[in-house]
């Protein structure tokens, strides 16, 4: 436990503003100063608030590593390494996440007169490319497993160079100083995102039966885990994401969502499922690296974590529609297919 508390979530702290960062996903804890009586009546309620919210945040953390070392129990090493040994695919998948949603997002903060903390969410989120952990159900309903695990290996081992990097070329452009060493990148990019699914893809090879069924009830508990522990987190941080509401708030997300599936969607190659995968990842960003990003360069901007919240929300509904309209497209294939099959037969 002591890991989770010391690396996994390192804590901002700034007047009475407490901010817990746990493997992407942030927890905001607010109070106010009172009398030295009213702070000793409610100490006892004080703590326990505290430690339900911090229960929320580790096993937050504990559902999200667990997914991804779920769709690593089922990959191999083939399947790690799939986009490092396709290099058009990988340039692609680069062109749609590395360089397409920096310029959108800079062209959008550009034209319109955004909230601070929203410009800056979306400029973090551009530039921290590594999807969030992806259902296992989703990877196999779509039929991409290796095409999703390379693209998690792939594109969050660049992410250690390309941030950095794409932080100074930003810099240059906006004629801001910006700033984001490759540690603290690469930290969070191991925990979060490499290390499980390594883990998971050392114990298929070196024990594929156990790892296949313990594959399916691990990914089951992680995603119950996942929906409830972030409706928690969302309910908690309410009132910060609904005093961003308004100025175009939301329908910059909305538009950052949207171009990112779309992006992905055009750039994704030939195979449908593949198309699937990129789309998701493209308009699905690391909040916890781009809360790192902004942290590291804007620290007295705090309501960027209420943006990047509001950013997760929007996200999931956005991503909905287009989910649904693939889910459409592969049954109208399918039957398509059985009833040539019945033709012929």
């Not at 969302?234 to 779309?262: C, D, E, R, Y």
């Not at 942290?295 to 509904?317: C, D, G, T």
Request: hydrophobic share 55%; proline share 6%; charged share 10%.
């Amino acid at each position: 436990m002591e890991l989770f508390t010391n690396i996994i979530i390192p804590k901002f702290f700034s007047g009475r503003l407490r901010i817990y960062f746990l493997s992407g996903t942030c927890w905001a804890i607010t109070g106010k100063n009172g009398s030295n009586t009213r702070e000793s009546e409610n100490d006892q309620l004080n703590v326990a608030t505290m430690d339900l919210q911090k229960l929320i945040i580790i096993g937050l953390a504990a559902s999200a590593l667990l997914n991804l070392f779920s769709i690593g129990l089922k990959a191999s090493v083939q399947d790690a390494t799939y986009l490092f040994r396709r290099p058009g695919e990988l340039f692609r998948a680069l062109l749609a996440m590395n360089v397409l949603m920096p310029v959108f997002a800079i062209t959008l903060i550009t034209i319109f007169n955004f909230n601070p903390a929203v410009k800056i969410a979306l400029v973090a989120l551009s530039v921290a490319p590594i999807p969030p952990p992806v259902p296992a159900k989703m990877v196999k309903s779509a039929g991409a497993e290796s095409y999703a695990i390379g693209l998690h290996m792939a594109i969050g081992s660049l992410a250690i160079i390309f941030v950095p990097l794409a932080m100074k070329v930003i810099g240059l452009l906006r004629d801001v100083d910006l700033h984001m060493s490759m540690w603290p990148v690469a930290r969070v990019v191991l925990i979060s995102v490499l290390i499980p699914i390594i883990v998971g893809v050392v114990v298929h090879k070196l024990a594929p039966t156990l790892a296949e069924r313990l594959s399916k009830p691990i990914a089951l508990i992680s995603g119950i885990g996942i929906i409830i522990f972030i409706i928690a987190v969302w309910i908690k941080a309410a009132p910060a994401m609904w005093s961003l509401v308004g100025n175009g708030t939301g329908l910059a997300f909305v538009a950052f969502v949207s171009i990112g599936l779309a992006i992905g969607h055009l750039l994704g190659g030939p195979v449908p499922v593949n198309r699937t995968s990129l789309a998701i990842s493209t308009a699905s960003r690391h909040p916890g690296i781009a809360l790192a990003l902004a942290q590291a360069n804007f620290p007295a901007e705090k309501l960027v974590l209420a943006a990047l919240l509001l950013y997760l929300l929007i996200n999931a509904i956005v991503s909905i529609p287009y989910l649904l309209w693939i889910k459409r497209r592969q049954q109208k294939i399918l039957n398509e297919g059985k009833g040539m099959m019945k033709k012929f037969s």
